[in-house]
């Protein structure tokens, strides 16, 4: 149980273009869904914290025009990268958690943008 | 602010060999800790957790112990096998449930 999953895997898109990446938990329903950011070699970074229904958190120095996250459902969470440039290339890694405090991850979607 | 601090890999071990990675850590006030596994083309995996000073998280033949005096939150295993070969990630969480991760430590076990 407690499988979460991410669409797509791999991306690759044009500078100035917007990617949208889905984050989706298949057998629970997900209170709260947060997103990271991981650069080779290094930590994984939250970027937000977002809760069903209401307006994302974001940690300080993310850019939330830049990072749209939306989180309509208790199954369904999106990021969307607006006018992506190659500094926004990276791996992104989406986490789920019911009403424990446990966090269940999604296998990451990696970002590449030319 | 909190930081977590672990070895740099990768590791690389023989079947059978004993296995530390070694995690120590920073925050304000009384944080749990937690040890998660990545394999290939996987999420990340919760392994173990503790949640207070002393205790110690086990799971699948790893160990870990919360060590508040020396701040530290070591994996071991005594026995490593081929199937563990992955990257750990040493993590911590402070108030509001965030984790702050370690860089990950990559572990290949040869036969």
């Known amino acids: 149980g407690a499988v979460v999953s991410q669409h797509p895997s791999w991306v690759i898109c044009k500078s100035g273009t917007s990617v949208k990446i889905e984050c989706r938990s298949l057998?629970?329903?997900?209170?709260?869904m947060f997103w990271y950011r991981q650069f080779p070699k290094q930590s994984l970074m939250l970027m937000a914290t977002?809760?069903?229904?209401?307006?994302?958190?974001?940690e300080q120095g993310v850019e939330k025009d830049k990072f749209l996250i939306n989180h309509a459902s208790l199954t369904l969470s999106t990021l969307t990268v607006t006018s992506a440039h190659p500094e926004d290339s990276s791996f992104y890694i989406c986490?789920?958690?019911?009403?424990?405090?446990?966090?269940?991850f999604g296998p990451g979607t990696r970002l590449t943008v030319l | 602010g909190n930081s977590v601090t672990q070895m740099e890999g990768p590791v690389t071990l023989s079947e059978e060999a004993f296995l530390t990675i070694n995690c120590t850590y920073t925050a304000t006030g009384y944080p749990s800790l937690f040890w998660y596994v990545q394999y290939p083309g996987e999420g990340l995996q919760l392994l173990l957790k503790?949640?207070?000073?002393?205790d110690k998280g086990s799971n699948k033949g790893f160990e870990a112990t919360y060590r508040k005096e020396t701040t530290s939150f070591h994996l071991e295993k005594g026995s490593v096998q081929v199937s563990d070969s992955a990257v750990y990630f040493c993590a911590l969480t402070g108030g509001g449930n965030k984790l702050t991760f370690g860089t990950g430590t990559q572990l290949k076990v040869e036969l």
């Open positions: 503790a949640t207070k000073a002393d």
């Open positions: 986490s789920a958690r019911d009403w424990g405090d446990e966090q269940f």
């Open positions: 057998d629970f329903q997900a209170t709260t």
């Open positions: 977002s809760n069903e229904g209401s307006k994302a958190t974001y």
